[in-house]
């Protein structure tokens, strides 16, 4: 199944939910006050954010003022391109060695999110080792290890409660001694103690960076689609602790306001890299901004 079909089957009940009031939307006779008041509505209640909502609103009217558009049918597209254009980031390309470290709260399906893209990997002929390097949560690296399994990599754990960094360390050992391409790293998702949580991400970069040196460096922060705003309010938190690079977002399948993606994108000008749309373990897609636009109209 391409990526198109996977994430309209996976949007399909953010596209009920914002398709009808788009449809009522743009049958409307005048580009007016109403109109534009509808517009809010539907992107609000969709989980756009205040933020994005009034940044595409206003990009909107300007855009339309340009073009002196007076029929909304007209205007559905001007929409379109700037939804598109306020999500569509330049990625840049993987180089090799590669190590991603996972960040998130725990319960937004980060261990479930690290086997599905160890699993993407590998079914790219890359060569993926795991570290487990949460040993703060009971039973979290068990978890690893099961979807570790599941995609066929490699995992290094150590016993709960053991220094995460040294979990990196002998992962990074094994990646250099195998000479192997990709290491995910797994981490803590506390932030009752925050302070503690940033040391021990700033550990383990300091590990990273002086073991692999010439490594292609990613971070990435796991949310929970479901959660709407909340998981715009996660992002700031861990970029206190590490530069995020991007998100890959989980259960978009399962909400009905998949617009937390622009919401996303519009407070922290960060992009999504993959998102979840399915229990199985392909389900996990990188992704592409027009899919994902062409998906919710």
């Given at each position: 199944?391409?990526?198109?079909?996977?994430?309209?089957?996976?949007?399909?009940?953010?596209?009920?939910?914002?398709?009808k009031?788009?449809?009522?939307?743009?049958?409307?006779?005048?580009?007016?006050?109403?109109f534009?008041?509808?517009?809010?509505?539907?992107?609000?209640?969709?989980?756009?954010?205040?933020?994005?909502?009034?940044?595409?609103?206003?990009?909107?009217?300007?855009?339309?003022?340009?073009?002196?558009?007076?029929?909304?049918?007209?205007?559905?597209?001007?929409?379109?391109?700037?939804?598109?254009?306020?999500?569509?980031?330049?990625?840049?390309?993987?180089?090799?060695?590669?190590?991603?470290l996972?960040?998130?709260?725990?319960?937004?399906?980060?261990?479930?999110?690290?086997?599905?893209?160890?699993?993407?990997?590998?079914?790219?002929?890359?060569?993926?080792?795991?570290?487990?390097?949460?040993?703060?949560?009971?039973?979290?690296?068990?978890?690893?290890?099961?979807?570790?399994?599941?995609?066929?990599?490699?995992?290094?754990?150590?016993?709960?409660?053991?220094?995460?960094?040294?979990?990196?360390?002998?992962?990074?050992?094994s990646?250099?001694?195998?000479?192997?391409?990709?290491?995910?790293?797994?981490?803590?998702?506390?932030?009752?103690?925050?302070?503690?949580?940033?040391?021990?991400?700033?550990?383990?970069?300091?590990?990273?960076?002086?073991?692999?040196?010439?490594?292609?460096?990613r971070?990435?922060?796991?949310?929970?689609?479901?959660?709407?705003?909340?998981?715009?309010?996660?992002?700031?938190?861990?970029?206190?602790?590490?530069?995020?690079?991007?998100?890959?977002?989980?259960?978009?399948?399962?909400?009905?306001?998949?617009?937390?993606?622009?919401a996303?994108?519009?407070?922290?000008?960060?992009?999504?890299?993959?998102?979840?749309?399915?229990?199985?373990?392909?389900?996990?897609?990188?992704?592409?901004?027009?899919?994902?636009?062409?998906?919710?109209?």
């Amino acid at each position: 199944m391409s990526f198109f079909s996977k994430i309209k089957e996976g949007l399909k009940k953010t596209k009920d939910s914002i398709s009808k009031k788009f449809f009522e939307l743009f049958k409307a006779k005048e580009l007016n006050d109403g109109f534009y008041d509808e517009l809010e509505y539907a992107l609000i209640s969709s989980d756009f954010g205040v933020k994005a909502t009034e940044s595409i609103i206003s990009e909107l009217k300007e855009q339309i003022f340009k073009k002196k558009l007076v029929e909304p049918a007209k205007a559905k597209e001007l929409l379109k391109q700037i939804m598109l254009d306020s999500i569509d980031y330049e990625i840049p390309e993987y180089g090799y060695p590669l190590v991603i470290l996972i960040a998130g709260v725990n319960g937004v399906g980060k261990t479930t999110a690290i086997g599905k893209l160890a699993n993407l990997f590998k079914s790219q002929g890359k060569s993926v080792i795991v570290a487990a390097a949460d040993t703060f949560r009971a039973a979290a690296s068990e978890q690893l290890e099961i979807w570790a399994e599941r995609a066929g990599v490699r995992i290094v754990k150590h016993s709960e409660g053991s220094d995460p960094a040294a979990v990196v360390f002998d992962a990074i050992s094994s990646m250099k001694a195998k000479n192997m391409q990709v290491l995910l790293v797994d981490t803590a998702g506390r932030l009752h103690n925050k302070k503690n949580l940033m040391e021990e991400l700033k550990k383990i970069n300091r590990v990273v960076t002086r073991e692999l040196p010439d490594a292609d460096r990613r971070n990435f922060i796991v949310l929970d689609a479901t959660t709407g705003q909340n998981a715009v309010s996660q992002v700031e938190i861990f970029n206190e602790a590490i530069d995020i690079d991007g998100i890959l977002l989980t259960k978009l399948d399962g909400t009905a306001k998949g617009g937390v993606v622009m919401a996303i994108s519009a407070e922290h000008e960060m992009p999504v890299v993959y998102v979840g749309v399915g229990e199985k373990i392909d389900d996990l897609l990188p992704f592409d901004a027009k899919d994902f636009i062409d998906a919710i109209f």
